[in-house]
């Protein structure tokens, strides 16, 4: 299912414990029970005691494992960006944004989040893309992503070009049903189809619509800007009843009011967020195939994340950073790390 790293990083009570081999992992035919509630969880290892450049490159050097099974919460790679149409290299993102993760400490300062003391979490690899079929791998990403949310686990992604939410969307529906959507994005991914193909990473929620997979009433697009072949380009998106809030409405202000909107608006049903790293101004995350001029600054896309705290969100992705470009995966990491925040359950104090 899965193509995993090695492991060896810290699993413990806390933040300066050392890196421990691949005693705490999943073992295949062992079903791990959650963990209680002063168990001892993951914790990636403290700078303090481990020097950054050490260990194997996982998301926050948190262990490894090959199944969900015992987890709340873990990053997965989908290093797929066969469905771009325009620069290329979202392939490499999930690798790059694993390496700039040695910089996030455990807890969330500003919000009183501490994740790791209220979670299991751990890296569950990649999972293994045929980069010569999109179609093939969508169905790999599907059959995948059933697993671990089957599993009771939280997915967080590392794209990947954004084709990969359509199969990570069509896992969801099938547990939960028709989700909410909370789409940050300089584009809304809703064409119909691109040289005669209805399969890349601009449509794949118009496939989700096609398919019944969303709850149109409660699906937000922010940030949404650039030129378009005609005057009305979000049409569709309206008449889907999908809420278009476009990146020039956002300019020069907090999105503070706008994200107590948005809660109401979710309720407290299952939503899911999908974060294109392009939503942002290129002037802070360049790093990506279709960059877009004049967009959210990184303050206003840690409003949107934090303002998701409190909602039911089954799952989260960050999408199309392309390391070629630039280090946008610095930035990637981090809003990771705030969504894994915003998860239901996690203690703040």
Known sequence: ?????????????????GARPAAGLFHPGRRQSRQASDAPRNQPPSPEFVARPVGVCSMMRLPVQTSPEGLDAAFIGVPLDTGTSNRPGARFGPRRIREESVMLGTVNPSTGAL????????????????LYNLQDSCRRIQEAYEKIVA?????????GDHT?????????AKKHGPVGLLHVDAHTDTTDKALGEKLYHGAPFRRCVDEGLLDCKRVVQIGIRGSSTTLDPYRYNRSQ??????????????????????????GGKPIYISFDIDALDPAYAPGTGTPEIAGLTPSQALEIIRGCQGLNVMGCDLVEVSPPYDLSAL???NLLFEMLCALPKVTTV
């Open 1 to 17: 299912m899965l193509r995993l790293l090695a492991s060896g990083c810290a699993r413990g009570p806390g933040p300066g414990v």
């Open 115 to 130: 994740p790791f003391q209220s979670l299991m979490v751990a890296d569950l690899g990649d999972v293994n893309v045929n």
């Open 151 to 159: 599993a009771g686990c939280i997915p967080l992604t590392l794209g």
């Open 164 to 172: 990969i939410t359509y199969p990570i969307l069509q896992a969801m």
């Open 241 to 266: 009843g999908f809420r278009v809030v476009l990146a020039e409405d956002c300019w020069m202000k907090s999105l503070v009011p706008l994200m107590g909107e948005v809660r109401q608006q979710m």
């Open 331 to 333: 930035l990637a990491a």
